[in-house]
């Protein structure tokens, strides 16, 4: 059984020796079992605030070896659905290879194409990195990405950078246009950063609708992009992990 490439490197399963969070009970990602899902009227439509930019606003758009990372400016926020509110700080996305699908959350056991994260904290900490030491420090919002019909103009704006931003690029997308438009339907649960240091300080938030980018567009994720070893960098995602007893909500029934 072959291993995905990227997994391989740093080997994943080592982890919880050098970062003791990655082999708590906590983690993320997780298999998101509809059946198993609690209904929770309570969850409200998660609101954006800032996420239209001005047209001179260009982000920087990086390659870090691990993702493709669009750092976002602070006056992007989450103003509703979370109790409290938090303040982006980049989106990344996870995706496979050319022979299969590289979501990090699995629904009903089934792996989407790709996934964006949207990583925000905590207005009520100084920075990122006082926010991700507390339970209640960081927000990420999940949404899968999934193979259509035709060409996503939004994420375009993103992947016609993508082969000439080895280490960094500019880019100017439509951001909320990379999430679905419906926020209403969502599911919600505690985990983790996906990746060391793996800290179990986030309150994820998971989309039900997905996007659709062309066949093309999502070659172009997979292929565009090499790590640090100058190999594809592919399948940047880590396997699902233990619920250890964790329940999931759904904002719908
Ligand atoms: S994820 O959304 O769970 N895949 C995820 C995983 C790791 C990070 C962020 C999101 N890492 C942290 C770094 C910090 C950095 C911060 C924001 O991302 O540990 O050093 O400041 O970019
Ligand atoms: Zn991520």
């Not at 740093?10 to 990602?29: F, I």
């Not at 690029?169 to 990746?195: D, E, I």
């Not at 994720?221 to 250890?244: A, E, F, G, T, W």
Request: a neutral charge.
């Amino acid at each position: 059984l072959a291993l995905p490439s990227f997994l391989l490197v740093p080997d994943r399963e080592h982890w919880g020796v050098d970062y003791l969070d990655c082999g708590g009970n906590v983690q993320s990602p997780i298999n998101i079992d509809t059946a198993k899902t609690i209904f929770s009227p309570q969850l409200r439509p998660i609101q954006l605030s800032g996420y239209s930019l001005p047209a001179n606003e260009k982000l920087s758009l990086r390659n870090n070896g691990h993702t493709v990372l669009l750092e976002l400016p602070e006056s992007l926020a989450i103003t509703g659905g979370y109790a409290q509110q938090y303040r982006a700080v980049q989106l990344h996305l996870h995706w496979g290879s050319s022979s299969g699908p590289g979501s990090e959350h699995t629904i009903d056991g089934r792996r989407f194409a790709a996934e964006i994260h949207v990583v925000h904290y905590n207005t009520k900490y100084d920075t990122f990195k006082e926010a991700m030491v507390h339970p209640d420090g960081l927000a990420v919002l999940g949404a899968f990405l999934e193979v259509g019909p035709r060409e996503n103009p939004y994420y375009q704006e993103i992947l016609e950078h993508l082969h000439k931003i080895q280490k960094e690029g500019k880019a100017l997308p439509h951001l909320v246009r990379l999430l679905p438009t419906n926020l209403k339907l969502y599911f919600h649960y505690n985990g983790s950063l996906t990746t060391p240091p793996c800290y179990q300080t986030v309150k994820w938030t998971v989309f039900n609708q997905t996007m659709l980018l062309s066949h093309e567009q999502m070659s172009i994720l997979v292929m565009s992009l090499r790590n640090d070893d100058n190999k594809p960098l592919q399948n940047n995602y880590r396997m699902v992990q233990d619920m250890h007893g964790r329940r999931v909500l759904a904002s719908f029934q």
